[in-house]
């Protein structure tokens, strides 16, 4: 946001003590290139609704017998939950589009395919002709709007974020949050489990491969955008 010299500069400082890890890039696999984000969603809901009754008795009570969590998305046909909203024991649900969410706040919230693409985060769908007439001065910094709705979008938890993402094609916010957030973003699969970050393009997980000779390397599943290498 503030490398945008039009943008407006403000100091934010939280009111509560940091909590690490808050951010959690999950990366999500899919058949041609497409994930399935609302099995990926649904998935992550009953992960996070077990861990958190588990420890119920460090949070639940009488007036708050269930955390809240937003599911948000970029746009209306990435909602999971078009069927039926699902029920947990220690989770309240709610899912909206990300302009919607502005002003709301939720213990923890799930952002749906923060990737690279038309109907991505950011979206590269050019805006309306008319509408760009009546708007005051368009700005020249990339993406600046989307940014602006991408920090919305991200500032809704007050204990944690999910930015599920195509594991092919991560969102260029997710390098960016790296260089910011640094240890503080993980990378994790949808179970939970330590997913190896690349650390040269900051959004790659590093995957055993076989060179020549069958010998056993690490790689970046983003190649060859990223050719980085290591030893088992």
Avoid at 1 to 17: F, Y
Avoid at 40 to 55: E, N, Q, S, V, W
Avoid at 85 to 104: C, D, N, Q, Y
Wanted: with cysteine; hydrophobic share 35%.
């Amino acid at each position: 946001m503030q490398r945008n010299p039009l943008q407006l500069r403000k100091a934010v400082r939280s009111s509560r003590p940091a909590i690490a890890k808050s951010i959690r890039v999950v990366p999500v696999e899919g058949d041609r290139g497409k994930p399935d984000f609302a099995t990926a969603c649904h998935r992550l809901l009953t992960r996070l609704d077990g861990f958190l009754g588990g420890i119920a008795a460090q949070w639940q009570s009488a007036e708050r017998p269930k955390l809240k969590v937003m599911v948000l998305w970029r746009y209306n046909q990435l909602d999971p939950f078009v069927r039926s909203k699902p029920r947990f024991e220690s989770i309240e649900v709610s899912g909206m589009s990300f302009h919607r969410a502005k002003g709301l706040e939720a213990e923890y919230t799930i952002l749906l395919d923060v990737s690279e693409g038309d109907y991505g985060v950011p979206s590269r769908i050019e805006d309306d002709e008319l509408l760009n007439l009546v708007m005051p001065r368009p700005e020249t910094f990339e993406y600046a709007e989307e940014r602006r709705l991408f920090y919305v979008a991200l500032t809704r938890a007050s204990r944690g974020v999910f930015l599920l993402t195509n594991s092919r094609e991560p969102s260029r916010y997710i390098r960016e949050l790296s260089e910011i957030a640094g240890d503080n973003l993980r990378f994790e699969t949808i179970d939970g489990e330590l997913v190896r970050q690349c650390p040269a393009c900051h959004v790659g997980q590093l995957v055993e491969r076989r060179g020549r000779n069958n010998r056993r390397f690490l790689g970046c599943n983003q190649f060859p955008d990223c050719d980085h290498t290591q030893q088992v």
